[in-house]
């Protein structure tokens, strides 16, 4: 009816759909989350939720995306007209996360070449705080922070060069080149990680199972939280990733694919993250406790420091990371750029290079504003507004609305299920239409509760 682009083979589709998934969250999120939220006991929960939300929330998106050929709110007006503005509001979380995920990979690419002479010295978070990220040059015009807006206006060029060029010749030949790269230059700083001094001391810190944690429910919410997040599930990404699936193509396959390929990544940064942190624990003569991190902190202040301790080729490994970093970044921010490039080609039937141009443009320049004096502040809040508000409540409309007010899991399962290997059966539904709502029903009055005290 529409000649809508297709990927040209299913690996190009899977690869950008892991592309999407794999960012930074499998990197510096989830080590931390694990080991935070029962270490190896918490390898239960992640499973379950996994496997009653991750996956079966993965296969109904891919469907829904198939079955409708449309960005996500054309997919969900095609549904029923009456939902279109739930697309739009998952494609405006995504435009929101651009913004400044974009900020994030500039930082990367800035300490990829710090790493060469290790630029950062001893005191690497006066480094990144005092140094990097202000503004200290008063001639410098309008206020923007010199070290950061040069690799932002880089990571800009690249996402949009790669946009522009459409979705065979553009998203799915990238994904092709820097997912293999990504995996082969990640197994190399996980394997230089596991064989250094004291690695033993972190994987045993980080596996060590502390079971009383199970009975937490803060530990479950964390992890369907990891796993929504870390999977790209209800940001408008998955659907409008599927929408290019030719007809024949096998969904459920596609989505275990998907989800244990992201899953085994996780466990990869997991390993690599904390036998460095053993390392350096060891380093100091001071316990795992004292060193965690996660986020910004272990990416920008902890990792620059082990790396100053590294035995050799310290600048080699360095940059080797921040590329990794760099790598995983991009693959994800083309996918959520994408969401609202679709969003806008579709509803107003403008050209690819016009909605690249208009949607991609706008978020390039909201993003320059953190690049700004203060800029930072407003970083944070963007970062927390999602995480608190965004992605849970996002997933629970969309699950509600499909299978509680339209009560499509069947016509979803059918569709699914006529053109996929995998059966899908019962557990499909109970997960969507039960267990997953009430997980994050709980998540959203949870959530509620911790920011009004
Ligand atoms: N899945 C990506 C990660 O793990 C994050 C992401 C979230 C990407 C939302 C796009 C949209 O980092």
Same mark, same amino acid.
């Given at each position: 009816?529409?000649?809508?682009?297709?990927?040209?083979?299913?690996?190009g589709?899977?690869?950008?759909?892991?592309?999407?998934?794999?960012? %930074?969250?499998?990197? +510096?999120?989830?080590?931390?989350?694990?080991?935070?939220?029962?270490?190896?006991?918490?390898?239960?929960?992640?499973?379950?939720?996994?496997?009653?939300?991750?996956?079966?929330l993965?296969?109904m998106?891919?469907t829904?995306?198939?079955?409708?050929?449309?960005?996500?709110? %054309?997919?969900?007006?095609?549904?029923?007209?009456?939902?279109?503005w739930?697309? +739009?509001w998952?494609?405006?979380?995504?435009?929101?996360?651009?913004?400044?995920?974009?900020?994030?990979?500039?930082?990367?690419l800035s300490?990829?070449v710090?790493?060469?002479?290790?630029?950062?010295?001893s005191?690497t978070?006066?480094?990144?705080?005092?140094?990097?990220?202000?503004?200290?040059?008063?001639?410098?015009?309008?206020?923007?922070?010199?070290?950061?807006?040069?690799? !932002?206006?880089?990571? +800009?060029?690249?996402?949009?060069?790669?946009?522009?060029?459409?979705?065979?010749?553009?998203?799915?030949?990238?994904?092709?080149?820097?997912?293999?790269?990504?995996?082969?230059?990640? %197994?190399i700083v996980?394997?230089?990680?596991?064989?250094?001094?004291?690695?033993?001391?972190?994987?045993?810190?980080?596996?060590?199972?502390?079971w009383?944690?199970?009975?937490?429910?803060?530990?479950?919410v964390?992890?369907?939280?990891?796993?929504?997040?870390?999977?790209?599930?209800?940001f408008?990404?998955?659907?409008?990733?599927?929408s290019?699936?030719?007809?024949?193509?096998?969904?459920t396959?596609?989505?275990?694919?998907?989800?244990?390929?992201?899953?085994s990544?996780?466990?990869?940064?997991?390993?690599?993250?904390?036998?460095a %942190?053993?390392f350096?624990?060891?380093?100091?003569?001071?316990?795992?406790?004292e060193?965690?991190?996660?986020?910004?902190?272990?990416?920008?202040?902890?990792?620059?420091?082990?790396?100053?301790?590294?035995?050799?080729?310290?600048?080699?490994?360095?940059?080797?990371?921040?590329?990794?970093?760099?790598?995983?970044?991009?693959?994800?921010?083309?996918?959520?750029?994408?969401?609202?490039?679709?969003?806008?080609?579709?509803?107003?039937?403008?050209?690819?290079i016009?909605?690249?141009?208009?949607?991609?443009?706008?978020?390039?320049?909201?993003?320059? !504003?953190?690049a700004?004096?203060?800029?930072?502040?407003?970083?944070?809040?963007?970062?927390?507004?999602i995480?608190?508000?965004?992605?849970?409540?996002?997933?629970?409309?969309?699950v509600?609305?499909?299978?509680?007010?339209?009560?499509?899991?069947?016509?979803?399962?059918?569709?699914?299920?006529?053109?996929?290997?995998i059966?899908?059966?019962? +557990?499909?539904?109970?997960?969507?239409?039960?267990?997953?709502?009430?997980v994050?029903?709980?998540?959203?009055?949870?959530?509620?509760?911790?920011?009004?005290?």
């Open positions: 009816m529409e000649n809508r682009p297709q990927w040209g083979t299913r690996a589709f899977v690869l950008a759909a892991i592309g999407s998934a794999v960012g %930074l969250g499998n990197i +510096w999120r989830f080590p931390a989350v694990a080991y935070e939220n029962g270490g190896g006991a918490f390898f239960l929960p992640y499973l379950f939720a996994l496997l009653t939300a991750g996956i079966p993965l296969i998106e891919f829904l995306g198939h079955k409708y050929r449309g960005s996500a709110p %054309l997919t969900f007006a095609r549904l029923n007209k009456k939902f279109e739930l697309g +739009w998952q494609v405006a979380i995504s435009f929101v996360i651009a913004t400044y995920y974009s900020v994030i990979i500039a930082w990367a300490f990829t710090f790493s060469f002479d290790l630029k950062w010295g005191d978070e006066g480094f990144l705080f005092g140094e990097y990220l202000q503004y200290s040059d008063p001639g410098t015009v309008g206020g923007i922070v010199p070290g950061v807006f040069i690799p !932002l206006i880089l990571v +800009w060029i690249i996402t949009l060069g790669i946009l522009f060029k459409g979705v065979k010749k553009g998203i799915e030949v990238a994904n092709k080149v820097m997912i293999p790269a990504l995996v082969i230059l990640f %197994l996980v394997i230089r990680s596991v064989t250094l001094e004291g690695a033993a001391v972190g994987l045993e810190a980080f596996f060590k199972p502390n009383s944690q199970i009975a937490n429910p803060q530990v479950w964390a992890a369907y939280g990891q796993i929504f997040f870390s999977l790209s599930i209800a408008a990404i998955m659907i409008t990733y599927s290019y699936l030719p007809k024949k193509t096998d969904i396959n596609n989505a275990f694919i998907t989800g244990f390929a992201n899953s990544v996780e466990l990869l940064a997991g390993i690599g993250v904390f036998a %942190l053993g350096m624990a060891t380093q100091a003569g001071v316990s795992i406790d060193v965690v991190a996660g986020g910004v902190g272990l990416a920008f202040v902890v990792f620059p420091q082990i790396i100053n301790e590294f035995p050799a080729l310290n600048g080699f490994f360095g940059s080797l990371f921040f590329i990794c970093l760099s790598l995983a970044g991009l693959t994800s921010l083309i996918s959520i750029v994408e969401t609202f490039v679709a969003g806008v080609e579709d509803k107003f039937k403008v050209s690819r016009k909605s690249v141009a208009i949607g991609g443009g706008l978020a390039a320049l909201i993003s320059i !504003l953190y700004t004096r203060g800029g930072l502040n407003f970083l944070d809040a963007a970062d927390y507004f995480n608190q508000f965004g992605v849970a409540l996002a997933g629970l409309v969309e509600i609305v499909v299978a509680w007010f339209l009560k499509e899991l069947k016509n979803i399962r059918d569709h699914a299920n006529n053109i996929s290997d059966r899908i059966s019962t +557990w499909w539904n109970i997960s969507l239409g039960i267990i997953t709502p009430i994050l029903g709980f998540m959203m009055v949870q959530n509620i509760i911790t920011n009004i005290k």
